[in-house]
């Protein structure tokens, strides 16, 4: 799940939990919004923590500084 489908699924759950008021039998907007409010922001964390492991970008690993000495 990408950064786009975790925020679309937060908006569309803050939809189902806020904005919406239609009662249906057997079905209650309310936790199905906010059902789909927590997984769009376990998703966002999720999607955040793993592109910031992939990043070259603010670690230290890998790098290496090579010295080289001049002979006279």
């Not at 699924?9 to 939990?17: C, D, E, Q």
């Not at 923590?49 to 001049?70: M, Q």
Request: glycine residues 14%; charged residues 15%; hydrophobic residues 55%.
């Amino acid at each position: 799940m990408g950064i786009g489908v975790s925020v679309f699924l937060l908006a569309v759950g803050a939809i189902l939990a806020f904005a919406v008021d239609v009662s249906l039998q057997g079905l209650d907007l309310d936790t199905v919004g906010v059902i789909l409010m927590i997984v769009g922001a376990i998703g966002l964390l999720l999607s955040a923590v793993f592109l910031s492991s992939f990043s070259p970008y603010g670690r230290g690993a890998g790098r290496e500084t090579v010295v080289r000495e001049e002979r006279f």
